[in-house]
Nanobody, 125 residues
Framework: QVQLVESGGGLVQSGGSLRLSCAAS????????MGWYRQAPGNQRELVAT???????KYADSVKGRFAISRDNAKNTVYLQMNSLKPEDTAVYSC???????????????????WGQGTQVTVSS
């Protein structure tokens, strides 16, 4: 099984910065894409940023130029550096990883997506 532990959320003033981290642990063959979603009350879940195993990145238009996603494959960790934060960035941020793992007892690989528990980011005006 794969567990994800997020950290780094909190309260920050408009224009400030936060860095989120999401560390994966457990038994798996390979971590593929990693990324972050967010959801504010009353809003649909929004894909914020993704990063592939080769570190290609993609961002939502709303965060381009302000957020940066990165990963440390040796630590199985994905980061989200958030700069120039705005009140509309307030949301619960959740990381995800696409993981390939061995099915116990079957000698076959399986793909799955695992989610972090979510961390609150609040930006005050």
């Amino acid at each position: 099984q794969v567990q994800l532990v997020e950290s780094g959320g909190g309260l920050v003033q408009s224009g400030g910065s936060l860095r989120l981290s999401c560390a994966a642990s457990g038994r798996f063959h390979r971590i593929n894409d990693m990324g972050w979603y967010r959801q504010a009350p009353g809003n649909q879940r929004e894909l914020v940023a993704t990063i592939t195993i080769s570190s290609r990145t993609k961002y939502a238009d709303s965060v381009k130029g302000r957020f940066a996603i990165s990963r440390d494959n040796a630590k199985n960790t994905v980061y989200l550096q958030m700069n120039s934060l705005k009140p509309e960035d307030t949301a619960v941020y959740s990381c995800y990883v696409d993981v390939t793992y061995w099915i116990p007892g079957e000698g076959e690989l399986e793909d799955d997506t695992r989610w972090g528990q979510g961390t609150q980011v609040t930006v005050s005006s």
